[in-house]
Nanobody, 124 residues
């Protein structure tokens, strides 16, 4: 499985970015997907997850109402729309694919394939 994240960049506080993660390998539409982030000196933290069908989504409290996760199974791609960005959202963002058998996960241990990460920097 290969996951290729893109879309990061520098944005001012209050701005928006859309991250994409293109997947290849095992059947994309059979697995939940997630986004995590890691700021310098901090642990990797859960941001959002989406079930295999896209019918269920889950968010960290810190991003709920500002970020939206979605997927296009025809394109083998998962997205993270980020609005009202804050300086504390600055981090490397990683997409990941859940372990077989899990409906979704909010822990890094729930995922066995990871993208390379894309840097999001929010200036104040």
């Amino acid at each position: 499985v290969q996951l290729q994240a893109s879309g990061g960049g520098l944005v001012q506080a209050g701005g928006s970015l859309r991250l994409s993660c293109a997947a290849s390998g095992r059947t994309f539409s059979s697995y939940a997907m997630g986004w995590f982030r890691q700021a310098p000196g901090k642990e990797r933290e859960f941001v959002a997850a989406i079930s295999w069908s896209g019918s269920s989504t889950y968010y960290a409290d810190s991003v709920n109402g500002r970020f939206t996760i979605s997927r296009d199974n025809a394109k083998n791609t998962v997205y993270l729309e980020m609005n009202s960005l804050k300086p504390e959202d600055t981090a490397v963002y990683y997409c990941a694919q859940v372990r077989k058998g899990l409906y979704y996960g909010d822990s890094p241990d729930d995922y066995d394939y990871w993208g390379q990460g894309t840097l999001v920097t929010v200036s104040s």
